[in-house]
């Protein structure tokens, strides 16, 4: 998190760009505490001054995650993804501060860059098998355009990767015959995981070893998967990346094509990702002009994102979103957390900077041509002759209600919150929460992160209580260094 820089006594702190670490940061008198985890910015003794944050929580419900600078905690602020601040000698003041995003396009390479793009996928892959070796090194399975690239990719290395696959009883979530296609086309050993509910105990815990929580339940069979592997792995390859970086924007259409790189765009497209509606946050709040302050500084937030990107269309600039926001704070994260709580390493081959280098010199019109239908992924499979892979039905991950226990979690949440023992009842109507329920408004993306932010936050209490060390950075800090507040 904090690094030397090349100038003498001069401190750089910095995230990167993908998330796989966090800069946390907190204002403590005329300190400024650095940490990459929550709990390490609090002293056991300051454990009663961890309060959730109202107006982020309304962030959460339309982001599916905490965008930056938000977390879940007043008063506590996060890096985004990519950004770094440089201070003096004598810490007293920033003398720069940057935000480098994943997907700048600046480019206008008009050639077809599939086997280019394919190469540093491969070089990606090497440097991580020689680093783990064949034998030691799991790669995720599913029979998705992102995970068969992968495991192709080491195929032609030379390589024979073991494959991880979760498995759901219910067919239709289940990809267990795509993922079993590839292993018999390669003639590898493929190690089914069939995913079966947990306890809440076991979801709570899940739920705790993440930096933040997300509303994204993909973290069940992800942290089952790995507990598996962590018997004789020590490094999972994952197939993430490959959407954000490789496909299209997420839940996109033609009609946002019309649109400009603007807040119109901005406004659109928050409302078809958002975890909860805007009528439906007005009501769970109970203060409709608080919530639609909050989303005019969604907007904001976007917005410059799509101004730091370069983007050309309205089509990049929604994958320069999701790249920048979605992939490091939700997807990134989901795998960082199951792989640390197995002590696994794990891996985004889809995602390397030689990857994104590339894309970021294409044209706008290149970049539009290959990420429609995944088609450099789409043309390769083709080439390894797996066309039922190619024609399948797009199926995404999803997880089964029943899996996760949604009805039962629900119910423990809202009695939670009507016996006042859960902090989310200070902060929502559980009558709202209870009417947009029966009603079926309530999407199941909402259930699973009040209660993920429920559980993470007694946790966290708990945690920063039992502490001895809070393993912060902290700097004792002028007004100049005031830069450092990031809202």
Known sequence: ??????????????????????????????????????????APNEAHLIELSREALIQYLTFQFYPAPF????????????????????????????????????????????????????????RVIRAFSSERTGFLASGGFDSTTNILSAV?????????????????????????????????EHRLTCI??????????????????????????????????????????????????????????????????????????????????????????GDLGMVNDEFDRSIKLVGTTFERSGARTAFEAAKALQAATWLPDNVVKKDIAAAGRQGLDVEFPLADDEVVKILNTLSAETHRELSVGKRAMQVFLESHALPALVERP??????????????????????AMRSGTSELATMIGVEALSAARASGELDSRVVWGLFSL???????????????????????????AAQVSMA
């Not at 940057?98 to 086997?115: E, I, M, R």
């Not at 993470?456 to 708990?462: A, E």
Request: with cysteine.
């Open 1 to 42: 998190m904090t690094y030397a820089h090349p100038e003498p006594g001069v401190s750089k702190i910095e995230r990167d760009r993908l998330g796989r670490q966090q800069v946390f940061v907190r204002r403590v008198g005329n300190s400024v505490r650095f940490a990459p985890t929550i709990a390490g910015l609090f």
């Open 71 to 126: 977390t879940p905690i007043k008063g506590v602020q996060k890096f985004e993804p990519g950004e770094s601040l440089v201070y003096d000698a004598e810490h007293r003041r920033v003398k720069s501060r940057a935000v480098k995003p994943l997907l700048t396009f600046d480019g206008s390479d008009t050639s077809n860059a599939t086997q280019t793009l394919l190469a540093a996928v491969r070089l990606a892959i090497q």
């Open 156 to 188: 032609s290395l030379g390589y024979r990767p073991i494959l991880l696959t979760a498995a759901f009883r219910d067919p239709e979530f289940d990809e267990s015959a795509y993922a079993a296609m590839v292993a018999g086309h390669c003639s590898l």
């Open 196 to 285: 079966e509910p947990p306890s809440q105990s076991a979801l709570e815990d899940m739920v705790a070893g993440a930096t933040e929580p997300t509303c994204d339940r993909a973290l069940i069979p992800t942290s089952t998967l790995f507990s598996t592997a962590a018997a004789d792995l020590a490094c999972i390859v994952s197939g993430e990346g490959g959407d954000e970086i490789w496909g299209p924007p997420r839940r996109w259409s033609a009609e946002l094509d019309e649109l400009g790189v603007d807040a119109s765009l901005a406004r659109a497209y928050l409302g078809r990702i958002s975890a909860a509606s805007l009528s439906l946050r007005g009501q769970l709040f």
């Open 394 to 415: 797009k199926h995404k991950f999803k997880v089964p209600g029943h899996v996760w226990n949604e009805a039962r979690l629900f119910t423990s949440l809202e009695q």
């Open 454 to 480: 429920d559980a993470w936050y007694r946790k966290l209490v708990r945690k920063v209580r039992e502490s001895n060390d809070s393993g912060a950075v902290e700097l004792l800090v002028s007004n100049g």
